[in-house]
């Protein structure tokens, strides 16, 4: 493991702030996409096709980066190639394909209720960002209602669709009503929705702000950010990885620059991963 670039107690704002500002300019390039699974949407330049995988890599995010592309190559290869083309128009024989899909806790249960959530949604609307819009929401803060109804759409609990829902499949979709960190869909709405001059993150959808984003907290940016003093410590010493942790370390990322919070990203998961604290 590489020398810790601070020794403990040494923080200070600045020192703190030039350290994120200049690891966020080194990892938000494109050199990054290769091994990290933002590279499967990147191999679309369709918007729904960018959605679809983008959501499914995102969701299948969890375990070592090499086995998460091999599987979301997977899906690419089982849809033909043209996720979206797929989704819209596949056959009930077209499943069958399906049966032995796995990854992790993710088997052949969910990856149908997926398509089948996907093909109903894509029906009736243009873009996937649809889901993530409250109907008469007030302008919030966060993502948090966006978060919320797109778990109860998806879930169908909000009335948009009449789909048989299997309960197994709740676990790939979290939301903060549970205090969950949402660190997979918080990923996947940084891609969609951060402007990235740098053409890592996609900035493909309009309606929701970048400085509503949260960041993705997962326990490489919880145990850095706890180091740097940005976020609190339980007793037991470990940092916390709860939808309200994950609020708390984007609003102290805020004071650093208000409209692009979760910038930040790069340089937690970055130093994190990197060993470089």
């Not at 704002?13 to 050199?31: F, G, H, W």
């Not at 959808?205 to 976020?231: E, F, N, T």
């Not at 940092?239 to 609020?247: C, F, L, N, Q, R």
Request: with cysteine.
């Amino acid at each position: 493991m590489k020398q810790s670039i601070f020794a403990p107690g040494t923080f200070a704002v600045a020192d703190i702030r030039e350290l994120l500002d200049r690891k966020a300019c080194q990892y938000n390039q494109p050199s990054f996409i290769d091994r990290d699974p933002i590279s499967i949407p990147h191999r679309f330049t369709r918007l729904q096709d960018i959605e679809i995988m983008g959501f499914w890599a995102a969701v299948l995010a969890w375990g070592q980066r090499p086995v998460i592309l091999k599987k979301a190559n997977e899906l690419i290869s089982l849809m033909e190639g043209v996720p979206y083309d797929f989704v819209r128009y596949h056959e009930d024989s077209d499943l069958r394909r399906f049966l032995n899909f796995k990854h992790r806790t993710f088997n052949a249960t969910d990856a149908l209720y997926f398509l089948h959530f996907l093909k109903q949604y894509y029906l009736k609307h243009d873009s996937l960002e649809d889901a993530f819009l409250p109907v008469g929401e007030a302008d919030s803060r966060t993502v948090e209602p966006h978060l919320r109804i797109f778990h109860d759409r998806f879930c169908g609990q909000s009335g948009d669709h009449e789909l048989f829902f299997p309960e197994r499949t709740r676990k790939h979709i979290a939301t903060p009503a549970r205090n969950s960190g949402c660190k997979r869909l918080n990923m996947f709405l940084r891609w969609m929705v951060r402007k990235d001059d740098a053409g890592v993150d996609f900035g493909l959808w309009q309606r929701i702000r970048p400085d509503q984003l949260v960041i993705p907290i997962d326990v490489h940016v919880g145990r850095v950010a706890a180091k740097l003093g940005l976020l609190a410590i339980r007793k037991d010493e470990s940092p916390k990885t709860d939808w309200k942790a994950a609020v708390a370390l984007t609003n102290v990322l805020r004071d650093f620059d208000p409209t692009d919070p979760v910038r930040y990203d790069f340089a937690l998961f970055g130093l994190g991963v990197e060993g470089e604290m």
